[in-house]
């Protein structure tokens, strides 16, 4: 079926999936002074074998072998696996999940990236962890009025993964609440409203995250003498809200590390506070219900049938803004202040299994080098095109 | 079955086959002046998921996990992944498939590595495209009288594979035009021709390729002082031929780059045109019908039932040569003019699922180093068999 | 159902078979002068994918996708696949394998790591090679009174595994004998005794390996100048005994390799044996049979059913010693001579696909670098835990 191959034992206390889905996406520069080529890549393949054993653990494996996504890695197959995870579900108010998987902070993170909007995730996103490696107590993240996780990673950077920590023996602890108090109530308009906050704390050392453009663009590093060094801690105010076809996600992220610097004349340690936020809205125009989860269209695309699918537009302001301290000592000369975007996308979904984005997104950046051929000499104009397709 | 997990949902529209194939290689040099070492190696282990959703999609995703296909490749994860693609089939004659897949322009290499007569493929096939990624419009590759395709890819170098195009903007245009025009006709002895050419067009920068034997061993590189730069084309004339159990195969290729080279008293800029032919014939002993396809044998192998599967005899001869003009300036002093090879081939094919192969090839070169050890030195005489089994 | 997804044709010809397991594990050192960081990891994630086709060959394709495991690997992908390969059983006492599989030496190493009774493998195992790629005569490792193994395989070093024979063109001899002379008697207190002898000869050149604690942390490294050159032999006596609840594993390695040293002042070759063994003992508290294979629990746990799993205690003694001659002038100055360990371990048998293992090891050292904060300069004593789940 749509959902790839399913199988279940005859009493149902086993079930296996196996399915995945591929993003083929074309970048496209506007002008031609950018660093970064027009290039067609494989942005995400990702095989998953997911189900459950003896009725009460759900397990998920997923791995990643597209190039496109190895960002953020040093470790040999880090970027191999996404997702490596048991969840035993005894109670439902306390599930218990140990492994590898998205750390509960981000809101727009914690969406399938089969379902995001954009072609590429927000600013705000870059500043939580992705998949990172500990053991979490939850009652689901999404499914109740009142959603909780708190559990203990790795931690793993901004934007970054972790299978195993090499750098340092610092755990982060992570929390999040999400309400959604409406959510089994006759209110139709409310039903789809939903907001907490998320936060980390733990201790870092090594190397630290660089940022990027929608375009995937650096226009922000630390210097090679800046590493962390010291407590980190996360805030994540959030929120969505659908309502028939139209929906919003919106978050701000607070990131603040302590550095340990090695240059010379350079005080050897700060704290630097990045803040990013993001508003994103999009609009169905043939009528589907619009989710934080997976859109599935009315009429699926065929000339035979005379369906068409379902069509999306999208609208997103975001922002990123370094810590005004950091520069220009502890960090690279290229590096810019702030970069601000906003971006329009159409998204056609054929089917369950089919999906086309069109994206364009503009940035304009505070600070950075102005140097010809710099990221941050210019605004970044660019055309982000993806065909997804799941099995 | 032979062909894998096959399952089909009740209204044929969703397809999932998972299936695969491994070769287990032993590569051993009859002169022990080789440099490369006789071994054993994984060549090629790749799981397959393909299949179809709503009808009309056609998708297929193929690993290849084994060490001994790494060549080639830079990025993280390129050699990874070699098929992601999704092939709209709403009109026969006007497909669309979008991804990474193989650029069509080699006959040899349009052949499943699966179904290949020679443990190696030739040295035409070296000239040409690996595994791309790109939009193709096409008929399919092999299944009309008439079959086109016209695409624009990233532009994988000779031999090389491509997920992202890191080192240059330029895109490459490939087409392919093939014919078989007795396919459907009442001729035995001609349905089974097939010619055409095959070509592509675009701009490269970056590293060139090298060029190996049959053995593997490199007996050209540029220097690392010359890189592509500027258009290079191809072009392709290819042809097989079937009849009852034998059957032909051969193309040639012109590959032309425009290079830059940085060294000292060398003109920066030229344009090399470095060409191949390859010739391979075959003949199945046991009376199956010969094709470009997979060979199926008619009685498979069993002491208890007495079959022996099927057998067929192969002859190669093939030649690589570099243009003149490259040497001495452009190129590594251990580089040769021209490799000229021959090779024979037994392949036994125990049942659809089993197959071995035991080859003979013997290379010769002009030019190139003739230092002790040098690959160039002396002829390459080496046996590669192959233990081949798929599921 | 437990053991994946299993699919078989009408005439059982064909089966296939898709699951795989995962390892998360959880490693604290207990005073931290460690240079080892605590850490989540995941240890081992190892899909499969096996079957037979045509009734009488067996293959098999097992993936491992987890970082933890990235040990002893320099060629790009080798740490990814362990198992790639074909057993031809068309006579039982004469079965043919080919491809990539565990070299038939050590006993421990012959147990699946989805069994293990501790997290980390004993020293005596780190003397014996891992996957190898070759060829294997044999006829099955345990499934008979007299067992016996003969191959011919790339060689791979101490605790290596081996895709492709980069470094020589030595290739290893192994052979196993294995006896359970009252696997089919009528004497059950014998039944599950069985012992023999391994070893494999052959020649090497190359890096050599390096020797681990159970805390993974490396206590013994030749210098850099020091490779092997010439040949090496191992030779490892092994026995098991399983008697209801009470199973015991015991082996001696002995790993000699001729060496060639580059230093100054240092005699150019050289021959060092090193020698480690290792004893197990393990408990079934909960009445279920001990087994050199996979432990089954009685009642699997739920709070519904009211059962509890199994539960298994564990102790462990080990011993690796190196050559006294190659000290001081072969290895690296933090080398220790000796390392002597002991475990005890808990272990909790969910049901047939969840188990959790919860050891402490102690490690101490003759020899070494006693400078702070080295590996050597003090006992190890760490916890390791870990959450194994099947599918």
Redesign the interface.
């Known amino acids: 079926?749509?959902n790839?191959?399913l199988?279940r034992?005859a009493d149902t206390n086993?079930v296996?999936n196996?399915h995945?889905y591929?993003q083929?996406d074309g970048r496209f520069y506007l002008n031609?002074r950018e660093t970064a080529?027009?290039?067609?890549?494989?942005r995400r393949?990702r095989?998953i074998?997911e189900?459950t054993?003896?009725?009460?653990?759900d397990?998920r494996?997923m791995?990643d072998?597209?190039?496109?996504n190895?960002t953020g890695s040093s470790?040999?197959?880090?970027?191999?696996?996404d997702d490596?995870?048991?969840n035993?579900r005894?109670f439902n108010q306390f599930q218990v999940q140990?492994?590898?998987y998205k750390s509960p902070v981000g809101l727009e993170r914690l969406k399938s990236t089969a379902d995001l909007v954009f072609v590429e995730t927000g600013f705000a996103t870059q500043l939580t962890p992705n998949y990172d490696?500990?053991?979490m107590i939850h009652n689901a993240l999404f499914n109740t009025p009142v959603n909780y996780a708190i559990g203990i990673?790795?931690g793993a950077g901004d934007a970054g993964s972790d299978?195993?920590?090499?750098?340092?023996?610092g755990?982060d602890v992570v929390g999040r609440l999400f309400l959604q108090p409406f959510l089994n109530r006759d209110v139709d308009s409310l039903r789809g409203l939903g907001f907490g906050v998320a936060g980390s704390i733990g201790h870092h050392n090594g190397p630290l995250a660089t940022y990027k453009t929608a375009g995937q663009q650096t226009f922000f590093s630390y210097s090679t003498t800046t590493t962390a060094n010291g407590s980190q801690y996360r805030l994540d105010p959030q929120l969505f809200y659908y309502w028939g076809p139209f929906g919003i996600l919106s978050e701000y992220v607070l990131s603040s590390q302590e550095v340990r610097s090695t240059a010379a004349g350079t005080p050897p340690n700060a704290r630097f506070n990045n803040t990013a936020w993001q508003v994103e809205a999009s609009y169905l125009l043939t009528g589907e219900q619009n989710t934080f989860k997976t859109i599935n269209p009315l009429h699926?695309f065929?000339?035979v049938n005379g369906g068409w699918g379902a069509f999306e537009l999208a609208l997103r302001v975001q922002q990123l803004s370094l810590d005004k301290d950091a520069f220009p000592k502890y960090v690279t000369s290229t590096s810019a202040k702030e970069a601000t975007a906003w971006g329009v996308g159409a998204n056609w979904y054929?089917?369950?299994?089919?999906k086309l984005n069109l994206d364009y997104e503009a940035t304009s950046f505070r600070g950075g080098s102005k140097v010809k051929n710099a990221v941050t000499a210019h605004e970044e104009h660019v055309i982000l095109s993806r065909?997804q397709?799941?099995?």
């Open positions: 079926g749509s790839g191959l199988v034992s086993f296996m196996i995945g591929a083929v031609d080529n027009d290039t067609f890549l494989l393949v095989p074998i189900g054993v003896y009725d009460k653990f397990y494996l791995l072998v597209a190039t496109g190895v470790a040999a197959n880090n970027a191999l696996i490596a995870y048991v035993a005894f140990v492994g590898k490696t500990g053991v990673f790795n299978d195993l920590d090499v750098s340092d023996e755990k699926p065929g000339p054929l089917n369950r299994n089919v065909v397709f799941s099995f």
